[in-house]
Antibody, heavy 133, light 108 residues
């Protein structure tokens, strides 16, 4: 069964750090980009970041709201994606979901292939992060 | 940043009825990379439609996606009891990836 399981959430004070883990099973983890999303209580979904596969040099992208504070990484040997959260703020309080995305290429017609992500198709059940003093 | 606007905010319908959900993008969505997700209370989002038109694995064919320029539509042909949920559109054709605010489909 294809599955993602998040862990590491909890209650943390503003300014502190936390590391979330996303453990994958049932598929070849190294073949996929991995991303994190979050959802504040009673609110909508927000993309946080993603990391591409080794094929695409594990490059990363971040939402402006977390850039410089959050770091995504991956360990393909363990099939785990990590999200390091630092300098946490009360507005970071949310359910954090990890998800996988297939990778693809788009040929731009001038000799270059643009790396793209397809839709995030499998999601974990989430881990709650509460930032409060 | 592409802003997605969903309408209506809430759609009250009965089982068996047709649901039409709208998602309008503030600019062109690159590569047609528009997805629809379903989320039920206490659950993770579930991918329904990707690439504007394609159904994800295991999604019933009563769900369909379409587009007209920067206007995207999710249609549920006949609502089943398990379809009452919140639906989000998301564009993943350009960074930052963005979501619409959601449409809640509830039982009339």
């Amino acid at each position: 069964e294809v599955q993602l399981v998040e862990s590491g959430g909890g209650l943390v004070k503003p300014g502190r750090s936390l590391r979330l883990s996303c453990t994958a099973s049932g598929f070849n983890f190294g073949d996929y980009a991995m991303g994190w999303f979050r959802q504040a209580p009673g609110k909508g979904l927000e993309w946080v970041n993603f990391i591409r596969s080794k094929t695409y040099r594990e490059t990363t992208e971040y939402a402006a709201s977390v850039k410089g504070r959050f770091t995504i990484s991956r360990d393909d040997s363990k099939s785990i994606a990590y999200l390091q959260l630092t300098s946490l703020k009360t507005e970071d309080t949310a359910m954090y979901y990890c998800s996988r995305a297939p990778e693809t290429n788009y040929y731009d017609g001038s000799g270059y292939y643009l790396p793209l992500l397809d839709a995030f198709d499998i999601w974990g059940q989430g881990t709650m992060v509460t930032v409060s003093s | 940043e592409i802003v997605l606007t969903q309408s209506p905010g809430t759609l009250s319908l009965s089982p068996g009825e047709r649901a039409t959900l709208s998602c309008r993008a503030s600019q062109s969505v690159g590569f047609g990379y528009l997805a629809w997700y379903q989320q039920k209370p206490g659950q993770a989002p579930r991918l329904l439609i990707y690439g504007t038109y394609s159904r994800a694995t295991g999604v019933p064919d009563r769900f369909s996606g379409s587009e007209s320029g920067t206007d995207f539509t999710l249609t549920i042909s006949r609502l089943e009891p398990e379809d009452f949920a919140v639906y989000y559109c998301q564009q993943y054709g350009s960074l930052p990836f963005t979501f619409g605010p959601g449409t809640k489909v509830d039982i009339k």
